[in-house]
């Protein structure tokens, strides 16, 4: 089956509508942010405004935010590495006993 590639002939494979020009990177643009350039600007403008009076009224910055954010992350990474300490030392102990024994164990198998 053959198909034409040729976008400038009238009612194309490329056209969303007949008569309407191509314009990809504009719609992807469009798709990607969600609308017009314009209008997703000005709605990101009024919840930005409505956010700030909010975060005013509750007496929090920027920066608290950040800070917290900060601070709530560090605070799971040493969790996090305090488990694998643990997990850490329970492997030493096991190695302790159980390499030991494997090395007695292939000591005696290769003797046979």
Known sequence: MMVEHDR???GGPYQAYPGEPHRGRDNALRR??????TAVFLRLLFLSVLVGAFMAMLGLT???LFWHAYDS???LIDLGLAT???FGGW????AVVVVPLW???????TSK
Do not use: E, N, Y
């Open 84 to 86: 694998f300490h643990d």
């Open 73 to 75: 992350a560090r605070a």
């Open 91 to 94: 492997i030493l102990a096991g």
């Open 103 to 109: 090395f007695i164990s292939r000591l005696f198998s």
């Open 8 to 10: 400038h002939r009238a």
């Open 32 to 37: 990607f942010i969600g609308g017009s350039p």
């Open 62 to 64: 920027p920066g608290q």
